[in-house]
């Protein structure tokens, strides 16, 4: 999953690549991504009230936001600039996450604003981005254009329900954004268990 986006073809000249001594991120960044977007799922669908955003924030930081940017830059230093790129920015989504939910919101209600059209914007920006990450995914394979193109869904389903002031379309997205961590959460299973047992055991479309 974290090969190049396109592929290139070496003449019978080209000296073999030489092989990276950076293990593969990949797993890892969708342990953080999966792990992160369970939790939130689970107050954005209602199956948790809003005071389960308390546990929300510090999993967006030390998870979302640290550990799939690390990810992000292994990745990059492996000359992985796709899966370098994408892990890098939803770092940067929980970050920004975090402190919009901690900082801006609260402080926009108390001095009696609506913080909606900023947070419905934000949201679609996301799904934007997200959008085309997907037309680059369609180079790669079958889960990473799945997950993204879930995540796409999530967001302009969040950014409607956000606009509209329905609970229930930003229920339904984080039901979308239940289903996108557990693809994540197998996929990123798939390729520790396969790479310990050093064969296919759980396949990755």
Not at 33 to 58: E, K, N, Q, R, Y
Not at 86 to 106: D, E, K, M, N, R
Request: glycine share 10%.
């Amino acid at each position: 999953m974290s090969e190049a986006l396109i592929e290139t073809t070496a003449t019978p000249e080209a000296a073999p690549a030489a092989a990276s001594s950076v293990g593969d991120p990949f797993p890892l960044g969708l342990i953080s991504f999966g792990i992160s977007s369970v939790v939130l799922a689970s107050v954005m669908s209602g199956m948790f009230d809003a005071t389960g955003m308390s546990a929300v924030l510090p999993v967006a930081i030390a998870l979302g936001f640290f550990t799939e940017l690390i990810a992000g830059l292994l990745h990059f230093a492996r000359g992985e600039t796709f899966p370098g790129l994408v892990f890098t920015i939803f770092a940067g989504f929980w970050g920004s996450y975090a402190l919009l939910v901690q900082f801006y919101s609260p402080d926009v209600v108390k001095a009696g604003g609506d913080p909606t059209n900023v947070t419905g914007i934000y949201l679609l920006a996301w799904g934007v981005m997200t959008a085309y990450l997907v037309i680059a995914a369609l180079r790669t394979n079958l889960t990473t254009i799945v997950i993204l193109g879930l995540l796409a869904l999530v967001f302009l389903i969040a950014s409607w329900g956000t606009f509209a002031g329905s609970t229930g379309i930003g229920h339904t997205a984080g039901y979308v954004l239940l289903i996108t961590a557990i693809v994540a959460l197998y996929a990123s299973a798939a390729m520790i268990v396969n790479h310990t047992w050093e064969r296919t055991v759980l396949p990755i479309p």
